[in-house]
Nanobody
Framework: QVQLVESGGGLVQAGGSLRLSCAAS????????MGWFRQAPGKEREFVTA????????YYADSVKGRFTIYKDNAKNTVYLQMNSLKPEDTAVYYC?????????????????????WGQGTQVTVSS
């Protein structure tokens, strides 16, 4: 019952920056965490970053650590992905996702199976 809409994708040169936004609507009170995954052409979808909604803990894939930053605006129910020092290998469709189901055990935010709400994706293309 949570709807996610991504925006901010586009074409940039290597070394450039982009900021993606993901606006959540609907039953947002059930959201435990939000994150970003990406899927490059011919590749499987992979984890990029995530942030827990209550305490703001962040998680990053090694490939983006130090270059990407995830942050959120609780009042706007929006999560952002600031991408700096972009590389051609960052080219992918970026998907926003949310964990809205309660779990008794530990949630592994790097695993997409825990995310039950997904956006439509936004294309990020980095030229060399």
């Amino acid at each position: 019952q949570v709807q996610l809409v991504e925006s901010g994708g586009g074409l940039v040169q290597a070394g450039g920056s982009l900021r993606l936004s993901c606006a959540a609507s609907g039953r947002t009170f059930s959201t435990h965490a939000m994150g970003w995954f990406r899927q490059a052409p011919g590749k499987e979808r992979e984890f990029v970053t995530a942030i827990t909604w209550s305490d703001g803990n962040t998680y990053y894939a090694d490939s983006v650590k130090g270059r990407f930053t995830i942050y959120k605006d609780n009042a706007k129910n929006t999560v952002y992905l600031q991408m700096n020092s972009l590389k051609p290998e960052d080219t992918a469709v970026y998907y926003c996702a949310a964990v809205t189901v309660s779990y008794l055990g530990r949630i592994l935010y790097t695993r997409e199976v825990y995310y039950d709400a997904w956006g439509q994706g936004t294309q990020v293309t980095v030229s060399s």
